[in-house]
């Protein structure tokens, strides 16, 4: 398992978009220099969604970056997978940990001060905070947080926050001042028509520099 959190973790979905599959994704997303594949797929059989897993890990595995699933805690160890992602009403954190072990990524979803705080104190790795802006990708995604949110989290959580929920290379620099360790996208890269491409770019975008300093 990679040992650090990645910063740009792409999120393959099929129900925002159906030109391509979770394995094509993963694949463009890796070469236009993911850190981080997560497998987020909310249909279909448990025995699909584990053979879809596995793969991914193995195309992961090959190019040394980090494959996380999200919410299914099943479906990550039967895929073997560097972990798995968990949102405030999905398995909870402290049994993941028991399931998963030390050495396993485990991530938390959060939209509030407090829900990070959660996310903390029951042990992530990491929180994936948002939506930071509106976002139609996630239909349980809530209310929009805002940046001001984001800060205030940076500051308060020693733990990689992860910001989600409309973000793109336009608005990832002021992201990253925000003091954010990095982002998830999915329709940043899922819904472009070259998904390598929109995945290098969101890369080139993380790599700008920041001359405001993390409260700017």
């Known amino acids: 398992m990679p040992e650090q ?13 159906s030109r391509f599959s979770h394995i094509q994704l993963a694949e463009m997303a890796i070469a236009g220099g993911a850190d981080t594949i997560q497998f987020r797929h909310k249909k279909g059989s448990t025995r699909e969604m584990i053979e879809m897993a596995a793969q991914m890990k193995r195309a992961c595995a090959d190019k040394g970056i980090a494959f996380i699933v999200n919410d299914r805690i099943d479906v990550a160890i039967a895929a ?9 009403d999905d398995f909870p954190i402290p049994l993941a940990r028991e399931l998963l072990g030390k050495t ?30 509106p976002t139609g990708s996630k239909d349980d995604a809530g209310p929009v947080s805002g940046m001001d949110t984001l800060r205030k989290i940076v500051g308060a ?15 990832t620099p002021a992201v990253m001042r925000a003091g954010a360790h990095g982002i998830a996208v999915i329709s940043a890269v899922c819904c472009r028509k070259d998904p ?8 080139e975008a993380l790599r700008r520099p920041n001359p405001g300093g993390p409260n700017a």
């Open 80 to 88: 073997r997978a560097d972990g798995v992602h968990l949102g405030q």
């Open 157 to 171: 959580i020693p733990l990689p926050i992860i910001a989600i929920g409309g973000i793109d290379e336009k608005n």
């Open 104 to 133: 396993r990524m485990i991530g938390g979803s959060a939209a509030t001060l407090e829900e990070a705080r959660k996310c903390l104190v029951d042990g992530a790795d990491y929180v994936g905070f948002g939506p930071v802006f």
């Open 5 to 17: 959190i990645g910063r740009l973790h792409v999120l393959t979905d099929t129900r925002v978009q």
């Open 196 to 203: 390598r491409q929109a995945t290098r770019r969101l890369c």
